[in-house]
């Protein structure tokens, strides 16, 4: 009762193909192909100078980012904290009201 019982492999039914035998064929050897061409080399792109003022407005402008980023991320939890005060101080209320209404007041 408490073994599984397993099930028997259906045997294959429809048109059955016996097996193909693959020969080894010969591998003859060809011309061997010429050398690519030189060819130029693509120019390498400008190499970028980071002068101070640049790396001063990058460090800027990444605080900025980091700090409006942090004040939004503060505010979703903030009102998310506000939003779940008010549910229970509402289930609060509602549960004395309705054991008010069950002691017949």
Do not use: C, W, Y
Not at 38 to 43: E, Q, V, W
């Amino acid at each position: 009762m408490f073994r599984p019982k397993l099930p028997t492999m259906p045997q294959p039914t429809g048109l059955v193909t016996s097996p193909t035998v693959v020969e080894p064929t010969s591998i003859t050897p060809g011309n061997p192909a010429p050398p690519p061409a030189p060819t130029a080399p693509a120019p390498s792109r400008p190499t970028i100078q980071v002068t101070p003022g640049t790396a001063l407005a990058l460090v800027g402008g990444g605080t900025a980012v980091v700090l409006v980023v942090g004040a939004v991320l503060v505010s979703m939890l903030l009102a998310v904290a506000i939003t779940g005060v008010s549910v229970a101080l509402v289930a609060v209320v509602l549960r004395l009201l309705v054991n008010d209404m069950h002691k017949g007041r």
